[in-house]
């Protein structure tokens, strides 16, 4: 049983817990999720942070879902897929972490046309962002932006976005 800790067992908002409970739902592994409240002390810094199957307890979204990724097949097939998937990770990360800072995403600085040409890309290449299967990079990207409409129809997708708990706060 994998443990997702986050801010108020992720009932009020699901944030940064969403693309983690998602890559386990859609691999189709049991998991509970639990509020920070109930984290064990560990070397970890903030939420979310998931207890794996062997008790260790690791924090950072993109590191999160990489090893969930190759835990469970959804981190690409082929050692470049491997890479290609860790880099989108990091890639949607940065985007986020963009997105919240002002001026960073501006019509005048183009940031946001070039991260969106270099997403553009890659659908263009295959059906999702990394082959033609879905890896946790796609599952990730979904958190980021809700523009992948393949993605939607995925039941694990369907489940979390339909449960009555927002994404974001």
């Given at each position: 049983?994998?443990t997702?800790y986050?801010?108020a067992a992720?009932?009020?908002?699901?944030g940064?817990g969403?693309?983690?409970?998602?890559?386990l739902e859609?691999?189709?592994?049991?998991?509970?999720?639990l509020?920070?409240?109930?984290?064990?002390?560990?070397?970890?810094?903030?939420?979310?942070?998931?207890?794996?199957?062997?008790?260790q307890?690791?924090s950072?979204?993109?590191?999160?879902?990489?090893v969930?990724g190759?835990?469970?097949?959804?981190?690409?097939?082929?050692?470049?897929?491997?890479?290609?998937?860790?880099?989108?990770?990091l890639?949607?990360?940065?985007?986020f972490?963009?997105?919240?800072?002002?001026?960073k995403w501006?019509a005048?600085?183009?940031?946001q046309?070039?991260?969106?040409?270099?997403?553009e890309?890659r659908?263009q290449a295959?059906?999702?962002?990394?082959?033609?299967?879905?890896?946790v990079?796609d599952?990730h990207?979904?958190?980021?932006?809700?523009?992948?409409?393949?993605?939607?129809?995925?039941?694990?997708?369907k489940?979390?976005?339909?449960?009555?708990?927002?994404?974001?706060?």
């Open positions: 049983m994998i997702i986050y801010w992720m009932k009020k908002f699901q940064r969403f693309p983690i409970a998602l890559a859609f691999a189709g592994v049991p998991y509970e999720v509020g920070n409240d109930d984290l064990p002390e560990s070397f970890c810094f903030a939420v979310p942070i998931v207890k794996l199957s062997t008790g307890l690791m950072q979204t993109p590191m999160i879902m990489d969930l190759s835990e469970f097949g959804l981190g690409g097939s082929t050692p470049a897929e491997k890479v290609d998937c860790k880099q989108l990770l890639d949607f990360n940065d985007m972490d963009e997105v919240q800072k002002d001026g501006t005048e600085n183009g940031r046309d070039k991260w969106f040409a270099l997403v890309k659908l295959s059906k999702f962002l990394v082959s033609s299967e879905i890896t990079a599952l990207a979904f958190w980021f932006a809700s523009w992948f409409s393949e993605m939607s129809e995925v039941s694990a997708v489940k979390l976005t339909t449960n009555g708990v927002q994404i974001f706060p």
